[in-house]
């Protein structure tokens, strides 16, 4: 059993003397572990860094196996942006994110392109993603909910209302509410930020961390609570500093006083 | 295995160590069963002083047996500047190279979404202590250019930047003795990233 692709680097742990377990999604062949001999050692370490495009190759003698990987880096994307807080916790996240939720070994080909594409873009302009790339991090994680089965309904009003004014999300079903139908429910719901539906919008910090509340209630709900798994703490952060861009107070954070979400839980931070 | 169980528990504690797998393990067992009396006792009768007398500063986090250890109460180190590493082994690096004067923190790991360890798990609330205390004057962020160390280092520059102290961090590129056609491309992107006036 062998395979040869594209993959990004999602993960690396250390392993015995120098090796390493990596987690590596791939366009083709989905997401898969392996054994990377020296995949710890100092001029692996670069190789292996979260983030990294790689050319790899599995092999193994039969596919039930751990297997062992290779790789040649073709894109550095983690190196270019250590020195960059935003992006590289976007990174960080977006990895920790795709390794957590996706199952092994199944394809998710738009999950992988829009990880790639993100990723390279945030690495190649660094000042972007400060900017704007905050939008497409949203809509990738409305992305990955949806293939792994848990997509919201964004395409009309839930009771019947204006479609062209949907602004809030329910939180129990996922299906869209318009501005004139949330009425007295309207504090119950999700804000739905414009730039979800409208992809030539890149919206504002208070956008964006409405983005991340909205995808961040589903990815507790759903992609990681039916597993039992916790939302990765990376995401927790990159939620902690897009709130402090919009000068809001994560709920985490704040006194007694603050409003619990419906559920009880903050779903842009940590469950 | 009649007969062989003391070889093979002392062959199983060391492949637990870092660095040493069931093949070295076996290879170290096998030179100390050689010579008992010249490595082995020795070993066992160092390993046993260690462990009774080694203990954790209370300051910075440092491994000595006194606390606060014999770098925090060394009168020649300039206690203004603070050098945060992520362990003890880059603590030692460090000493070993003898570059550093000041005083360190040993923060015990870096943040890492796969490991688990969160802002909680970090050792910062004696930094925090130490700056607010005054007589601080720079710390230096020393950590592994890897996801996980930049990370922590925005985390730790964000807590510190309420202090009036000034935070640095060490450099990052090509390294002494390096030729520019054998370094991988992450390297070469952080190095020209990181250029400065010539």
């Known amino acids: 059993m062998e395979w040869e692709a594209p993959a990004l680097v999602l993960s690396a742990t250390p392993y015995g003397e120098g090796s390493a377990i990596v987690h590596v999604l791939t366009g083709e062949y989905g997401l898969y572990h392996g054994l990377a001999r020296g995949g710890s050692s100092s001029r692996g370490r670069a190789v292996w860094q979260t983030g990294n495009l790689v050319r790899a190759r599995w092999v193994a003698r039969l596919s039930e196996q751990l297997g062992t990987i290779t790789a040649e880096t073709v894109h550095a994307s983690a190196a270019r942006i250590l020195d960059y807080p935003v992006p ?8 920790a994110l795709a390794d957590g939720s996706l199952p092994e070994r199944e394809p998710h080909l738009a999950v992988f392109q829009g990880l790639t594409s993100l990723l390279a873009r945030i690495s190649l302009d660094p000042e972007w993603a400060e900017r704007e790339g905050m939008a497409e991090v949203v809509r990738w994680e409305l992305l990955l909910l949806s293939e792994l089965g848990f997509g919201l309904d964004l395409g009309h009003c839930a009771l019947g209302g204006d479609s062209g004014d949907l ?24 804000p739905l930020p414009a730039f979800v539906l409208d992809s030539d919008q890149v919206g504002t910090p208070q956008d964006w961390y409405d983005g991340l509340r909205l995808s961040g209630h589903f990815l507790h709900r759903d992609a990681f609570g039916q597993r039992h798994r916790p939302v990765p703490e990376a995401r927790g952060r990159l939620a902690d500093m897009i709130a402090r861009k919009a000068d809001i107070v994560p709920p985490g954070q704040a006194g007694e006083d603050e409003p619990a979400e419906p559920d009880g839980h903050n779903p842009v931070d940590k469950p | 295995m009649s007969g062989r169980g003391e070889i093979d528990r002392l062959v199983t504690l060391l492949g637990r160590l870092p660095g040493l797998g069931p093949r070295s393990a076996r290879r170290a067992a096998l030179a100390l069963l050689r010579q008992p009396q010249a490595r082995m006792l020795p070993l066992a009768d160092a390993l046993a002083q ?25 009168p020649s180190r300039d206690e203004g500047l603070v050098c945060v590493v992520e362990n003890v082994g880059d603590l030692w690096a460090l000493e070993r190279a003898g570059v550093h004067r000041g005083v360190y923190q040993v923060l015990g790991g870096t943040l890492s979404a796969l490991s688990g360890t969160g802002p909680d798990d ?17 710390v230096i962020l020393a950590l592994g250019a890897t996801v996980e160390g930049a990370t922590t280092m925005h985390w730790l520059h964000e807590r510190l930047a309420r202090f009036d102290v000034r935070i640095s961090r060490v450099g990052q590129g090509v390294p002494v003795g390096g030729a520019l056609d054998v370094l991988d491309d992450g390297t070469l992107a952080a190095a020209i990233m990181a250029r400065r006036p010539a």
């Open chain 1, 88 to 95: 590289l916790a976007i990174l960080a996240s977006l990895c």
């Open chain 1, 167 to 190: 602004k809030w999300v329910s939180p129990r079903t996922g299906r869209a509410v318009s501005d004139e139908r949330a009425g007295e429910w309207r504090d119950r719901l999700l």
């Open chain 2, 50 to 74: 260690a462990a009774h007398a080694v203990r954790t500063c209370s300051h910075c986090g440092n491994l000595d047996t006194s606390d606060p250890c014999a770098i925090c109460v060394d």
């Open chain 2, 122 to 138: 970090l050792n910062v609330q004696p930094l925090l202590d130490r700056i607010a205390a005054g007589g601080v004057r720079e």
